[in-house]
């Protein structure tokens, strides 16, 4: 991690991972992946993945966001940040984030958790 860096203007500016991407780092990525293969998570999908879906709604309970309209704002407001955050997809949609929550059903196989 790098330290405090100031800029011409004597603003401090950081210049590193963010702490969300350092959290996603604790996460078994592997055995996520593995699983959406497992059970098709994916199939039939563009351009919003599991792991969109998965990364949008762990911002959502950490920043305590209520709405799929608040999420969509916060999101919206850094997009240039998605990449940085762990996005693959460069925003991300309020229909394509309710209908990704509606078809993909977390309960539907007999060996996965329930929500």
């Known amino acids: 991690m790098r330290a405090w860096l100031t800029s011409s203007q004597d603003t401090p500016m950081y210049e590193g991972r963010t702490i969300f991407s ?3 780092d604790h996460l078994p990525r592997h055995t996520f992946r593995r699983l959406v293969k497992r059970y ?16 949008a709604m762990v911002f959502a309970q950490l920043t305590y966001r209520e ?7 916060c999101l919206g407001a850094i997009p240039e ?13 309020r229909a394509t984030l309710a209908d990704a929550n509606e078809t993909r059903d977390c309960g539907s196989t007999p060996t996965s958790p329930r929500c």
Do not use: P
């Open 81 to 93: 940040r998605l990449y940085h955050l762990g996005f693959r997809c460069r925003a991300v949609a």
């Open 67 to 73: 709405s799929l309209r608040d999420i969509e704002a």
């Open 22 to 24: 350092q959290l996603l």
């Open 40 to 55: 098709r998570g994916d199939y039939r999908v563009r351009t919003f993945a599991c792991w969109d879906q998965f990364l």
